[in-house]
Structure formats: structure tokens, C-alpha cells
């Protein structure tokens, strides 16, 4: 079975789906937001360009999940929880 491609996301709807599990924003500089918490028991700490209405490049998306310690399936799960 192929893994899916990772979505077209833009930054407010990531940002609302990280703090379902316990990674807020804790500041902004600038169009950057700065977003920490602790997930699976380690701290984490990501940026995320926040420029409105424009999708996160896929190499942003994968270094901002890498950071948080996501995989692409966690991230659809997040986005469904999301939605609902």
C-alpha cells in the first residue's frame, strides 16, 4: 500500500491541530510563531511561518513535524480530529 503525500496545509489550521496535543504558540516575532509543549514525554519546540492565506512549503511541514516528533499518518489523524 502507498503512503499518502503529506496535505496542502496552511499555517493556522497546523497550528490549531499541534495544540490538540499540548504544543502551543508561546510567542510571535515578526510572521514567525514560536510553539512549545511536551508530546510522548519530551519537550518540543518548533517555528512556524505563519504568512496568510499561503500553504507551508512540504520541506517546512516535514521539518516542523520532525521537530514535534509527528509522522505524516499522525498529522492526517490530527488535521480529522481537527475538522470534527
Not at 35 to 58: C, D
Amino acid at each position: 500500500m502507498a503512503s499518502k503525500k503529506l496535505p496542502v496545509v496552511k499555517a493556522k489550521d497546523l497550528i490549531k491541530a499541534l495544540s490538540t496535543i499540548e504544543i502551543f504558540p508561546v510567542r510571535q516575532k515578526g510572521s514567525h510563531i514560536q510553539l512549545k509543549g511536551i508530546y510522548q514525554g519530551e519537550f518540543r519546540h518548533t517555528t512556524v511561518p505563519y504568512h496568510t492565506n499561503e500553504s507551508l512549503p512540504i520541506g517546512t511541514l516535514k521539518g516542523i513535524l520532525n521537530d514535534c516528533g509527528l509522522t505524516k499518518e499522525d498529522l492526517l489523524m490530527l488535521l480529522k480530529r481537527k475538522n470534527k
